[in-house]
């Protein structure tokens, strides 16, 4: 595309009104080798050293791991005239993979000196918002984009004066980085990057833990599942973690399988079942547990023989995973998965012969690991005392507290918000006083303030700043259109307050120049009001409606008088006299009222009550409409 006269060049990532940004629940990262004295060619083999490295040390740290949807995953790229590596992860609702990825490139990173790891996610450079009490105030959201890096386990931040001046200039142009401008700033102005303990420490917080943490995020359970689901968990069991993620996010077109009446129907027919231990994610496996599902209709005998309370609950689990699996290779939009395509392969193995299920004998000697499920219940009175932050004993879990690293992490939280609270410099907004940052607010109020003498005190802006309650009553009415009040409670139609309300505030000691715009406002709310007098928009008592509103009015006056036994007369002739009903406005919402028959609608949204159903006009009860017969059925 060419370019055109103003500049445009696409929408391309370059496109300033349009910023690139991440889908939801994903993380990104990419790798650089940053070295002067390597040429291009150099590089790249460097970075296909990197990839190997990176690929022996998740199969050393994820022997056993699962993820929750998807996996770390790297590839060479050139963009901007530099090779890289780079990779993005979606991770569903598992926050662990993200902080897991963070690690193994931290980890990386101090194998490979040379090696400098950028992380972002939905949510941009949140390893800084994890440090958001360490960092300098400067170091604000607007500028701090490819700011962050990861070298030899450290964390490093680019300040101003290196993206900006690396020629020891005095320019300040707080902004955010390019990429190609970030890598400059570390090649040639290393010894200026910023590196704090502090930072370090709150930003790499949640990979304290690590990398025990990684089996403790696995949860082993005991299920009943058909003979040939269990071989393919076998086989691979992060199978597992597509089959939950179609069971969660199941939707009425999916559940369609499941509504077979013959179980030879069915890929995974409940029949031949055995027990076998199932390795989901601990995210994975609360989803399945949380879960109400309505048990299938060939799966109703299975679970209805089960008496006993703990076989039961594995069948149940066994059912909704079994179920999961049978929605993820029947639905049309799983078809392009990996895994779908991988365990379709193994069920034609099987129905070929090439592949045997397992004998009962060889299923039992896979192991009969279970854990615990106390990690599911949480005491929520003890929540609230970590909520209050008035728990005792930091780091041991009490009873209902089954998490220990959630609470860990409840309490950093909770201490953090504390010391946010604590903070006299900090307002509604964060932290004050942002070192001149995002000035064009306070060049606005300065503005504003021109009028006030720089050596004057606040006490004596105070003094010459009033605030008259009346006056700004009567000016707020007559900006409106409507008659100011005079003292004696009656409308003064004549118009003449305006004079006096700006002599009062030329009277008020401020030098009417500084108050320009003020008269200019009410300059042009005259001009308004008299065009729209001259056009009748505020002409409330219009006599094109006359005859209609004297019909509303008696009518409203009769109930009144109905009602007036108990109350005093003067009263009511103060009602009577306030009356000022719109004929049309009324006719015209009841009109609306009664098309909705009862429903919500445009006249009960607008009025913000719902009238019952006219029943001279609506149907019948005893004669169900047609959509109603639907809404049954469905």
């Known amino acids: 595309m060419e370019n055109t006269a103003d500049g445009f060049e696409g929408f391309g990532k370059d496109f300033p009104e349009f910023p690139r940004r991440l889908p939801d629940d994903c993380v990104e990262y990419s790798i650089y080798v940053l070295d002067q004295t390597l040429k291009d060619d150099e590089i790249r083999e460097r970075l296909r050293n990197v990839h190997t490295a990176t690929n022996t040390l998740t199969r050393k740290l994820l022997k056993d791991f699962i993820w929750q949807r998807e996996d ?12 890289s590596l780079r990779g993005r992860t979606n991770y569903g609702d598992s926050v662990q993979d993200e902080w897991l990825i963070v690690y193994i490139l931290r980890e990386l990173s101090k194998q490979f000196q040379d090696v400098w790891v950028k992380v972002v996610d939905t949510d941009g450079e949140f390893l800084l918002i994890e440090a958001a009490n360490s960092i300098p105030r400067w170091l604000n959201p607007e500028i701090a984009d490819n700011r962050v890096w990861i070298n030899n386990g450290q964390l490093f931040i680019i300040p101003v004066i290196s993206a900006t001046d690396r020629s020891g200039g005095s320019n300040d142009d707080r902004r955010a980085l390019t990429l190609k401008e970030a890598c400059t700033c570390i090649r040639e102005a290393r010894s200026q990057l910023i590196h704090s303990s502090n930072i370090e420490a709150d930003a790499f917080y949640r990979l304290r833990n690590y ?37 969660y996010l199941r939707d009425p077109i999916a559940l369609r399988p499941l509504q077979a009446q013959n179980q030879n129907d069915l890929v995974f027919p409940p029949k031949d079942l055995v027990t076998m231990v199932v390795k989901f994610t601990k995210v994975g496996f609360a989803q399945v547990k949380s879960q109400r599902f309505s048990t299938p209709a060939a799966w109703t005998s299975v679970v209805s023989t089960m008496k006993d309370e703990r076989s039961r609950a594995q069948t149940e689990i066994g059912m909704k995973i079994t179920s999961g699996f049978e929605m993820l290779v029947s639905d049309p939009q799983y078809q392009d998965h990996k895994a779908v395509r991988e365990i379709k392969i193994l069920l034609e193995d099987i129905r070929s012969g090439d592949d045997q299920l397992p004998s009962d004998a060889e299923i039992s000697q896979w192991g009969m690991v279970e854990d615990d499920e106390t990690w599911l219940d949480v005491n929520y009175e003890d929540f609230e005392n970590e909520l209050s932050g008035t728990r005792q004993g930091q780091g041991t879990p009490g009873p209902g507290f089954g998490d220990k690293f959630a609470q860990e992490d409840l309490q950093k939280m909770v201490a953090r918000f504390k010391d946010f609270l604590e903070d006299d410099a900090a307002g509604s907004e964060g932290a004050e006083d942002l070192d001149d940052m995002d000035n064009e607010n306070d060049a606005d109020e300065d503005e504003d303030d021109d009028h006030v003498s720089g050596d004057a005190s606040s006490e004596e802006e105070d003094g010459v700043v009033s605030f008259d309650e009346d006056k700004f009553a009567t000016m707020i009415r007559e900006m409106m259109g409507m008659p100011p009040e005079t003292k004696d409670g009656l409308s003064n139609a004549s118009g003449g307050s305006r004079a006096s309300i700006v002599g009062d505030v030329r009277a008020s000691g401020v030098d009417p120049s500084a108050r320009e715009e003020e008269l200019e406002v ?20 219009s006599i094109a409606h006359a005859s209609g509103m004297n019909g509303i009015k008696n009518k409203i006056k009769d109930r009144r008088e109905l009602a007036a036994e108990e109350e005093d007369s003067e009263d009511e002739n103060d009602n009577d006299g306030d009356l000022n009903i719109d004929f049309n406005l009324a ?48």
Request: charged share 20%; aromatic share 4%.
């Open 72 to 83: 770390l995953s790297l590839e060479l790229v050139r963009e901007d005239g530099m090779s």
């Open 587 to 634: 006719k015209n919402l009841l009109e609306s009222f009664k098309s909705q028959t009862g429903a919500a609608g445009p006249g009960s949204s607008i009025m913000g009550m719902r009238l019952p159903r006219d029943e001279a006009s609506a149907t019948p009860h005893n004669q169900p409409t047609a959509n109603s017969r639907q809404a049954r059925q469905f």
């Open 211 to 247: 990398p025990q943490r990684i089996n403790d995020s696995l949860h082993h359970a005991v299920v009943h599942v058909p003979k040939n689901l269990a071989y393919i968990l076998h086989q691979n069991a992060a199978y597992i973690s597509p089959a939950v993620e179609a069971f």
């Open 522 to 541: 009410l300059r042009l709310s005259q001009a308004m009001e008299a065009e729209l007098k001259a056009a009748g928009a505020l002409q409330l008592d």
